[in-house]
């Protein structure tokens, strides 16, 4: 054998060694972006933004059933929720479904629902033409089958506590709302952190004396800010004039 053969073979076998790790740098590259990809969704959906359903008529005619929209994770980092807000929450009495309702109360006010007005904080409940009522234009008043019908009777007022709000659906004859299963908390202070990832729950130790809003559990998705897709599901069609709406 000449010295270029033995050469030319050295040569090829340094190749059949660099070919497995080529392909294990390969596999790990695509590893490493499908993680960090993951990652970033699961940030992005926890921290940022939410994508939701509308799966029933309560909130008719702001959201409308099979509307897709987008609820902001991070909105109150900055503000404090307002009246008007319509906003995602955990429901109180199974925390494992999601509502979606419009704020009306807020935490201190008193609300008295009176035929098809709302008033707040009215001084003189018993002559209520002394009082300007909450001005609407978004609330309606349908049966579940859609028929456009009175409002229900409401006689006590709605004295908010502190830490919560009073929140009602758009549709006053379709909607289950504090009415029904009282006030929405805005949270709770734990002794520990609390992981949420989907419909599962962990509670982990943690030092919350030294972090207390770490072992803060919100009851509060985000604030619905952008109806993004919207399927007509009777008349198997889109509804593209509500695509890239708003919601106010």
């Known amino acids: 054998m000449t010295e270029g053969d033995a050469a030319e073979d050295a040569r090829a076998a340094d190749k059949d060694a660099d070919s497995p790790r080529r392909e294990k740098s390969t596999i790990r590259e695509y590893t490493e972006a499908i993680l960090i990809a993951l990652f970033l969704a699961l940030f992005v959906r926890a921290f940022i933004v939410q994508a939701f359903k509308i799966p029933s008529g309560s909130m008719e005619n702001t959201l409308l059933v099979g509307d897709h929209i987008l609820v902001s994770k991070f909105i109150y980092w900055f503000r404090d929720i307002e009246r008007g807000d319509v906003i995602v929450f955990r429901f109180p009495q199974d925390e494992r479904r999601d509502f979606i309702k419009r ?42 089958d859609g028929v456009a019908a009175g409002p229900p009777s409401e006689r006590t007022p709605f004295r908010v506590p502190k830490g919560s709000y009073l929140v009602l659906g758009d549709n006053r004859n379709n909607s289950q709302d504090s009415r029904f299963w009282g006030f929405l908390k805005a949270g709770d202070q734990l002794g520990h952190f609390r992981l949420r990832f989907s419909d599962y729950v962990w509670d982990l130790p943690f030092p919350c004396g030294l972090w207390r809003s770490a072992c803060w559990d919100s009851k509060i998705r985000g604030s619905a800010f952008l109806i993004y897709w919207s399927w007509n599901h009777e008349a198997g069609s889109v509804r593209w004039v509500r695509i890239g709406s708003g919601i106010d």
């Open 103 to 144: 704020v009306v109360g807020l935490p201190g006010d008193v609300v008295l629902v009176r035929e098809k007005r709302v008033y707040v904080n009215c001084k003189t409940p018993g002559a209520l033409d002394r009082c300007a009522p909450l001005e609407e234009p978004y609330a309606v008043f349908k049966d579940p």
